[in-house]
């Protein structure tokens, strides 16, 4: 016969078996909160907005999007692994998260056991600037004056470890140059540094550039997603330019705590995809923030994520990158 303390283990966890399916089919009863782990204004945060009003039709509920910035994504994405898996809070976050842990090591959870994928959103390539006062017109005229003067030719990006940064460690080693990275908190201050010359390249997503280069206080000089895109017809990609297999894009994407019912999950994603195929919702993420629009499942999502992270976090490691 089992013992009083075992008897009352498999209780709890017969209840909580019985109570998974209740959960499912009672969700949602009360407002969803959305964590942002970015401060306002980014495109992170522009796309959990642009998602909340649908999401709100197809639930039935209030969406409350919440800014939990700080220490690059970690403190708002650990709110959420630690978050009860009730379905009522949910992460929608930045490629960032794919180097949290080769980054920060003593990270207090764990992104890949404490969350589940729901959704990768989409991305936009990151894409590489200059002032157009500055000579660099193709990433070729970048490798040459870095060669001919190692550590002359300096790039911005929005901090320590991002994959825009990682992009051009990446890109100096396969070229076998030397860059000097400057590390910017936040996109505003390295776009405002690049439009005046004080740094001469800067590397960002095609959502914060391309209104920019729209402007002529930009410069494009390549982008680095597998196809050019339509607002930049004219700018080559790294693979066209001779960088074979040469791929950085900045990309959204939604998690769930683990143990997060799988019906929940599923009726979470089936609202996601209503309120990001909503036309002007869709034209807002391929014209503003020129995204390229995904809507993967869970599963498809996972395996992205995961590449991601096995990509990025070798740099990470190869080059020993720690936050700023």
């Given at each position: 016969?089992?013992?009083?303390?075992?008897?009352?283990?498999?209780?709890?966890?017969?209840?909580?078996?019985?109570?998974?399916?209740?959960?499912?089919?009672?969700?949602?009863?009360?407002?969803?909160?959305?964590?942002?782990?970015?401060?306002?204004?980014?495109?992170?945060?522009?796309?959990?907005?642009?998602?909340?009003?649908?999401?709100?039709?197809?639930?039935?509920?209030?969406?409350?999007?919440?800014?939990?910035?700080?220490?690059?994504?970690?403190?708002?994405?650990?709110?959420?692994?630690?978050?009860?898996?009730?379905?009522?809070?949910?992460?929608?976050?930045?490629?960032?998260?794919?180097?949290?842990?080769?980054?920060?090591?003593?990270?207090?959870?764990?992104?890949?056991?404490?969350?589940?994928?729901?959704?990768?959103?989409?991305?936009?390539?990151?894409?590489?600037?200059?002032?157009?006062?500055?000579?660099?017109?193709?990433?070729?005229?970048?490798?040459?004056?870095?060669?001919?003067?190692?550590?002359?030719?300096?790039?911005?990006?929005?901090?320590?470890?991002?994959?825009?940064?990682?992009?051009?460690?990446?890109?100096?080693?396969?070229?076998?140059?030397?860059?000097?990275?400057?590390?910017?908190?936040?996109?505003?201050?390295?776009?405002?540094?690049?439009?005046?010359?004080?740094?001469?390249?800067?590397?960002?997503?095609?959502?914060?550039?391309?209104?920019?280069?729209?402007?002529?206080?930009?410069?494009?000089v390549v982008?680095?997603?597998?196809?050019?895109?339509?607002?930049?017809?004219?700018?080559?990609?790294?693979?066209?330019?001779?960088?074979?297999?040469?791929l950085a894009?900045?990309?959204?994407?939604?998690?769930?705590?683990?143990?997060?019912?799988?019906?929940?999950?599923?009726?979470?994603?089936?609202?996601?995809?209503?309120?990001?195929?909503?036309?002007?919702?869709?034209?807002?993420?391929?014209?503003?923030?020129?995204?390229?629009?995904v809507l993967?499942?869970?599963?498809?999502?996972?395996?992205?994520?995961?590449?991601?992270?096995?990509?990025?976090?070798?740099?990470?490691?190869?080059?020993?990158?720690?936050?700023?």
């Amino acid at each position: 016969m089992p013992s009083i303390g075992r008897r009352a283990a498999l209780g709890t966890l017969a209840a909580a078996a019985l109570a998974r399916p209740a959960l499912a089919q009672s969700w949602p009863s009360g407002p969803i909160r959305i964590v942002v782990p970015f401060p306002p204004g980014g495109s992170t945060d522009a796309v959990a907005r642009l998602a909340a009003p649908g999401l709100q039709q197809a639930l039935g509920v209030p969406i409350v999007v919440e800014n939990r910035g700080g220490a690059a994504g970690s403190i708002g994405t650990g709110t959420v692994a630690r978050a009860e898996p009730d379905g009522n809070t949910w992460l929608l976050t930045f490629d960032s998260h794919a180097v949290l842990e080769a980054l920060l090591p003593s990270l207090n959870f764990s992104p890949d056991k404490d969350l589940v994928p729901v959704m990768h959103i989409g991305g936009a390539p990151y894409v590489l600037g200059t002032a157009p006062s500055k000579p660099y017109r193709t990433i070729a005229d970048v490798v040459a004056a870095a060669k001919a003067q190692p550590d002359s030719v300096s790039f911005g990006s929005t901090g320590n470890g991002t994959v825009g940064h990682l992009a051009m460690t990446l890109l100096a080693q396969r070229a076998g140059v030397r860059l000097t990275h400057i590390a910017y908190r936040g996109g505003g201050p390295a776009v405002t540094d690049a439009v005046a010359g004080n740094v001469d390249l800067i590397i960002g997503s095609a959502a914060v550039l391309n209104p920019q280069f729209a402007g002529g206080r930009l410069r494009p000089v390549v982008q680095m997603g597998s196809e050019r895109l339509p607002g930049l017809p004219d700018t080559p990609t790294m693979q066209q330019s001779g960088f074979d297999g040469f791929l950085a894009e900045a990309w959204w994407a939604v998690f769930a705590p683990a143990r997060t019912p799988a019906p929940v999950i599923a009726r979470f994603h089936e609202a996601l995809v209503a309120a990001f195929r909503d036309p002007k919702v869709n034209e807002t993420m391929t014209t503003s923030q020129q995204a390229r629009v995904v809507l993967s499942t869970p599963e498809e999502a996972k395996r992205f994520v995961d590449n991601e992270v096995a990509t990025w976090g070798k740099v990470v490691r190869d080059n020993a990158i720690r936050p700023d």
